[in-house]
């Protein structure tokens, strides 16, 4: 769970100014908590009520002016006070003997301070405070909402000791298993006949979850009133005091399905998948096996139904595009010499295969930068069953921070903003100047002046306040934590994107809201993005990974919650003035460019836009067509290649860091390396396959993993692309930066930068 903790705040109750309450005061302030006094019980009362003080200091020195500890059971009597701190400030008595705190603590007081003014001791008894007492009444209050969840859950959940005493089930356990909470707590399992007997099945689950590792599967449980019911059942360690297991947490889900040779076969599958949990070396086929003998034992009058839609199924006319290609070539090979029909059977093994447009790496001599960058970024990784669950939850979306004001309009912008935007239009802008000069806020004024430019507003029908609130919303959603993955390299996205809309060709090609899509794409297009890759999220488990099915985790969650946070707050709903057929088309063009940066399909599109798009015009310019103006426009302007013409521009946009000014492809280079280097750390602290084993921290060498990205992806992108769009300067960026690297790696340099001399 993210815990995130507002600035404490501090209510000192002293009747009168003197050295102790001006002490507080001041330590405060340097430690920058917010600080209210009060001066009366009543006050003191009011305040607390209004503002939910973290801690309260009171003057424990002077009965005659109020009673502290009357005060203090008065707010200990109030809601609020339940994860509050209240200190009592008591006098220095050197010549008497030490009284006892017990009054104090039976009053509600946490704790006591023996007066001392020093400001240096109060600041060291506040900072104490905020990593002690605080900090776990803090932690407390969070607590609440998790367990607001339990009891919420629509699953049965139990919590019980190391030695399987229950300490808690939740109302969906007591509604499913027919107990009042008061049977089942302090109980242990033994004495509660809920758990399925056969001793042999309790020995695999307890063998399992003993040495820290989580159970999943099906049994039977008995209810209260005596009936069986299965369920689906997950077992979890906790692991707490000492690095020892001091809990267990089962959650249960009903089985509604009562088939008998049904529940055989999950039963079969649970304990095969309990074998392979726990590292029992078995043959994992052997479960399948008897599935299979269990459905397949069927009658007669079932077999030939079988047979006759199979037969059904080849008779169908599927006349799909790869099909009718498929049956051309088939038809061909009849009437073929032999060399022919075998180079044929050759094609048509090639085309059978799913994957038509990603290349096959040689396995001789293969690189293992390359490997591990294909693997990492091209695959959704290894699977396995696993207890370590990555959490991302799409639920915790961030408002912006009432202190981040940002400017009413373009009029607005500080000068050095304004000086750092000034050649934005070019390619050598330096996206790195504007995240210093905006405190690493650069995509809220360059979204500002780009779609100024584009006269965005105007398309969509909204105000320049709306743009801006929309701005702000985004770039809040954007983790500033991540070295690479935050709203400057959105930022820079947004810069390329801009660049690539404003040459010649592409203006002739895309349409103002081909234009729009392009840009909000390129702004939205890695929101909330968590500085780890799909494969890690697929390995970890993660909730977002388990919500899109593995399937373009990341990319498919970037594109639901743009439009989640535009859409929920009508003042910063960009959309919310359109008419709804250009909405629908928007959306759409907007959501197929985010998925077009998701490197699994990297090949796919870039072969399409070649074959669909560069082929075709320099056939046209070969013919001597190079001034027919018609048929150049049939080629661009179809829907189909202005899709593919968008897909382009923004993956090259997103990936356009090898194409920078040398200073600035290097500082890139750095922090996607450190990104890679964090995620390596945490799968070896978590226990998960390493999807890019090269980027450990301690051997990595940047320079082969940037000459590797070049040279896999990034040099015929780029062909393409320039082939189509004509951009000279990019090229010899591209040209100057893999001679930078390819220098390092012949020295044998693994860092970004040769050692000074």
């Given at each position: 769970?993210?815990?995130?903790?507002?600035?404490?705040?501090?209510?000192?109750?002293?009747?009168?100014?003197?050295?102790?309450?001006?002490?507080?005061?001041?330590?405060?302030?340097?430690?920058?908590?917010?600080?209210?006094?009060?001066?009366?019980?009543?006050?003191?009362?009011?305040?607390?009520?209004?503002?939910?003080?973290?801690?309260?200091?009171?003057?424990?020195?002077?009965?005659?002016?109020?009673?502290?500890?009357?005060?203090?059971?008065?707010?200990?009597?109030?809601?609020?006070?339940?994860?509050?701190?209240?200190?009592?400030?008591?006098?220095?008595?050197?010549?008497?003997?030490?009284?006892?705190?017990?009054?104090?603590?039976?009053?509600?007081?946490?704790?006591?301070?023996?007066?001392?003014?020093?400001?240096?001791?109060?600041?060291?008894?506040?900072?104490?405070?905020?990593?002690?007492?605080?900090?776990?009444?803090?932690?407390?209050?969070?607590?609440?909402?998790?367990?607001?969840?339990?009891?919420?859950?629509?699953?049965?959940?139990?919590?019980?000791?190391?030695?399987?005493?229950?300490?808690?089930?939740?109302?969906?356990?007591?509604?499913?298993?027919?107990?009042?909470?008061?049977?089942?707590?302090?109980?242990?399992?033994?004495?509660?006949?809920?758990?399925?007997?056969?001793?042999?099945?309790?020995?695999?689950?307890?063998?399992?979850?003993?040495?820290?590792?989580?159970?999943?599967?099906?049994?039977?449980?008995?209810?209260?009133?005596?009936?069986?019911?299965?369920?689906?059942?997950?077992?979890?360690?906790?692991?707490?005091?000492?690095?020892?297991?001091?809990?267990?947490?089962?959650?249960?889900?009903?089985?509604?399905?009562?088939?008998?040779?049904?529940?055989?076969?999950?039963?079969?599958?649970?304990?095969?998948?309990?074998?392979?949990?726990?590292?029992?070396?078995?043959?994992?086929?052997?479960?399948?096996?008897?599935?299979?003998?269990?459905?397949?034992?069927?009658?007669?009058?079932?077999?030939?139904?079988?047979?006759?839609?199979?037969?059904?199924?080849?008779?169908?006319?599927?006349?799909?595009?790869?099909?009718?290609?498929?049956?051309?070539?088939?038809?061909?090979?009849?009437?073929?010499?032999?060399?022919?029909?075998?180079?044929?059977?050759?094609?048509?093994?090639?085309?059978?295969?799913?994957?038509?447009?990603?290349?096959?790496?040689?396995?001789?001599?293969?690189?293992?930068?390359?490997?591990?960058?294909?693997?990492?970024?091209?695959?959704?990784?290894?699977?396995?069953?696993?207890?370590?669950?990555?959490?991302?939850?799409?639920?915790?979306?961030?408002?912006?921070?009432?202190?981040?004001?940002?400017?009413?309009?373009?009029?607005?912008?500080?000068?050095?903003?304004?000086?750092?935007?000034?050649?934005?239009?070019?390619?050598?802008?330096?996206?790195?100047?504007?995240?210093?000069?905006?405190?690493?806020?650069?995509?809220?004024?360059?979204?500002?002046?780009?779609?100024?430019?584009?006269?965005?507003?105007?398309?969509?029908?909204?105000?320049?306040?709306?743009?801006?609130?929309?701005?702000?919303?985004?770039?809040?959603?954007?983790?500033?934590?991540?070295?690479?993955?935050?709203?400057?390299?959105?930022?820079?996205?947004?810069?390329?994107?801009?660049?690539?809309?404003?040459?010649?060709?592409?203006?002739?090609?895309?349409?103002?809201?081909?234009?729009?899509?392009?840009?909000?794409?390129?702004?939205?297009?890695?929101?909330?993005?968590?500085?780890?890759?799909?494969?890690?999220?697929?390995?970890?488990?993660?909730?977002?990974?388990?919500?899109?099915?593995?399937?373009?985790?990341?990319?498919?969650?970037?594109?639901?919650?743009?439009?989640?946070?535009?859409?929920?707050?009508?003042?910063?709903?960009?959309?919310?003035?359109?008419?709804?057929?250009?909405?629908?088309?928007?959306?759409?063009?907007?959501?197929?460019?985010?998925?077009?940066?998701?490197?699994?399909?990297?090949?796919?599109?870039?072969?399409?836009?070649?074959?669909?798009?560069?082929?075709?015009?320099?056939?046209?310019e070969e013919n001597g067509n190079n001034g027919d103006g018609e048929s150049i426009k049939?080629?661009?302007?179809?829907?189909?290649?202005?899709?593919?013409?968008?897909?382009?521009?923004?993956?090259?946009?997103?990936?356009?860091?090898?194409?920078?000014?040398?200073?600035?492809?290097?500082?890139?280079?750095?922090?996607?390396?450190?990104?890679?280097?964090?995620?390596?750390?945490?799968?070896?602290?978590?226990?998960?396959?390493?999807?890019?084993?090269?980027?450990?921290?301690?051997?990595?060498?940047?320079?082969?993993?940037?000459?590797?990205?070049?040279?896999?992806?990034?040099?015929?992108?780029?062909?393409?692309?320039?082939?189509?769009?004509?951009?000279?300067?990019?090229?010899?960026?591209?040209?100057?930066?893999?001679?930078?690297?390819?220098?390092?790696?012949?020295?044998?340099?693994?860092?970004?930068r040769p050692p000074p001399e």
């Amino acid at each position: 769970m993210r815990l995130h903790q507002d600035q404490l705040q501090v209510l000192l109750v002293f009747a009168k100014e003197d050295n102790q309450s001006n002490g507080f005061c001041w330590a405060c302030e340097k430690a920058g908590f917010r600080c209210n006094i009060a001066r009366t019980p009543e006050s003191a009362l009011e305040c607390f009520l209004d503002k939910h003080h973290d801690i309260i200091i009171i003057d424990h020195r002077h009965s005659r002016y109020f009673d502290a500890e009357a005060l203090c059971r008065s707010i200990r009597t109030t809601k609020p006070s339940e994860n509050t701190v209240i200190i009592g400030v008591v006098r220095r008595h050197a010549d008497r003997e030490e009284s006892s705190i017990l009054p104090l603590i039976s009053a509600g007081f946490t704790r006591r301070y023996v007066e001392n003014s020093n400001i240096m001791a109060c600041y060291n008894e506040l900072i104490q405070l905020e990593f002690g007492e605080v900090q776990a009444q803090f932690k407390l209050r969070a607590c609440n909402s998790l367990f607001t969840a339990l009891e919420k859950s629509q699953e049965a959940i139990e919590i019980t000791s190391e030695d399987h005493v229950i300490q808690y089930v939740n109302p969906a356990f007591e509604t499913v298993m027919g107990y009042q909470i008061g049977e089942l707590i302090g109980k242990e399992l033994t004495e509660v006949p809920i758990n399925e007997k056969k001793a042999d099945f309790l020995d695999t689950i307890n063998s399992c979850i003993k040495i820290g590792k989580e159970w999943q599967g099906m049994y039977y449980a008995k209810k209260k009133n005596g009936d069986s019911i299965q369920q689906n059942v997950k077992i979890l360690p906790v692991v707490g005091q000492g690095g020892k297991i001091r809990h267990y947490v089962s959650i249960s889900r009903l089985c509604n399905d009562n088939n008998k040779a049904e529940k055989t076969c999950e039963r079969v599958q649970a304990e095969s998948q309990t074998d392979i949990q726990t590292c029992r070396h078995k043959d994992r086929r052997k479960g399948s096996l008897d599935v299979r003998s269990t459905t397949s034992r069927g009658s007669d009058g079932s077999s030939q139904r079988r047979h006759s839609s199979m037969a059904r199924i080849h008779s169908m006319t599927i006349e799909a595009p790869i099909t009718k290609v498929i049956n051309i070539i088939n038809a061909a090979q009849e009437s073929s010499p032999m060399p022919v029909a075998e180079a044929l059977d050759r094609v048509l093994e090639i085309l059978r295969t799913t994957e038509l447009y990603s290349p096959q790496l040689g396995t001789k001599d293969e690189d293992p930068h390359t490997s591990d960058l294909v693997g990492g970024l091209m695959t959704d990784g290894l699977r396995r069953l696993s207890g370590n669950e990555y959490i991302l939850s799409a639920k915790q979306t961030h408002q912006v921070a009432g202190s981040l004001i940002s400017p009413i309009s373009l009029n607005d912008i500080p000068p050095r903003i304004t000086q750092a935007m000034e050649n934005e239009e070019h390619w050598d802008f330096d996206i790195f100047e504007l995240e210093a000069a905006t405190h690493k806020r650069p995509l809220v004024y360059l979204g500002l002046k780009i779609f100024a430019r584009f006269g965005i507003c105007e398309f969509l029908n909204c105000s320049e306040s709306t743009l801006r609130s929309w701005l702000q919303v985004i770039e809040a959603n954007y983790h500033s934590s991540n070295s690479y993955h935050n709203s400057t390299h959105s930022a820079d996205v947004l810069h390329a994107t801009a660049y690539f809309l404003s040459k010649e060709r592409v203006k002739q090609t895309l349409d103002p809201i081909d234009e729009v899509a392009a840009l909000i794409a390129a702004t939205v297009h890695d929101v909330d993005h968590p500085g780890r890759t799909n494969s890690f999220l697929c390995n970890a488990g993660s909730e977002l990974a388990i919500l899109y099915n593995d399937t373009a985790v990341l990319e498919s969650h970037h594109a639901a919650l743009a439009f989640q946070l535009t859409t929920r707050d009508d003042k910063c709903n960009i959309f919310k003035n359109m008419e709804r057929n250009e909405y629908r088309t928007l959306r759409q063009a907007i959501i197929d460019m985010v998925l077009a940066t998701e490197m699994t399909k990297h090949f796919e599109h870039v072969n399409k836009f070649v074959n669909s798009i560069n082929k075709p015009l320099a056939a046209l310019e070969e013919n001597g067509n190079n001034g027919d103006g018609e048929s150049i426009k049939t080629v661009l302007t179809s829907p189909e290649n202005r899709i593919l013409i968008k897909r382009m521009l923004i993956k090259c946009a997103d990936i356009s860091n090898p194409c920078r000014p040398i200073e600035q492809c290097i500082e890139w280079a750095g922090r996607i390396s450190e990104e890679y280097f964090a995620q390596t750390d945490e799968e070896k602290r978590q226990g998960l396959p390493v999807v890019m084993p090269v980027f450990d921290r301690n051997t990595c060498s940047i320079p082969k993993s940037q000459i590797s990205f070049i040279d896999y992806f990034i040099t015929d992108m780029f062909d393409a692309w320039d082939a189509f769009a004509d951009l000279p300067n990019l090229m010899q960026h591209l040209d100057n930066n893999f001679k930078y690297w390819k220098g390092l790696d012949e020295r044998k340099l693994r860092s970004l930068r040769p050692p000074p001399e």
